[in-house]
């Protein structure tokens, strides 16, 4: 629960909060479940609900907003190879973001990685300004020791 939580304005109202945003309560809550009943596979999911009160017109967001997230982590080849996909919806319907990731050991001492992250948001949602911030990364690990 959290207490005394600023909430962001729509468009017609942003310019017209004089004290600042309005403080409201809000309620998290997270359900989720987890099951690795298959060979070096585990996948989760999860549900989240934001409740906001008392809810006025003026909000950006709905009075209820749920999101969810699905999670595989796969380790095949006596887990030297780690393959990780994640794919959130964000609250209240505002984008998703998709995230897969595989490393690979080759040795004691070198790991290999790629990792991709995919930002996706509809037109309306206040996380616009991110959309454009998706990643491919390479990346090449050299462990020694003295």
Do not use: C
């Amino acid at each position: 629960m959290h207490t005394g939580k600023r909430v962001r304005p729509n468009l017609e109202t942003f310019f017209k909060k004089v004290g600042g945003w309005d403080e409201k309560e809000q309620l998290f809550s997270v359900l989720g479940a987890e099951y690795n009943g298959f060979e070096n596979l585990q996948l989760a999911m999860e549900l989240d609900l934001i409740h906001t009160r008392p809810h006025t017109s003026s909000m950006l967001l709905a009075e209820d907003q749920i999101g969810a997230g699905v999670r595989a982590f796969w380790t095949p080849l006596n887990q030297r190879l780690q393959i990780l996909a994640v794919r959130n919806e964000l609250v209240g319907s505002t984008g998703r973001v998709i995230r897969v990731s595989a490393d690979y050991n080759w040795s004691d001492t070198i790991d290999f990685g790629l990792l991709w992250v995919d930002h996706q948001t509809e037109s309306d949602s206040p996380f616009v300004p991110f959309e454009n911030n998706d990643v491919i990364q390479l990346q090449l690990r050299y462990s020694f020791q003295i």
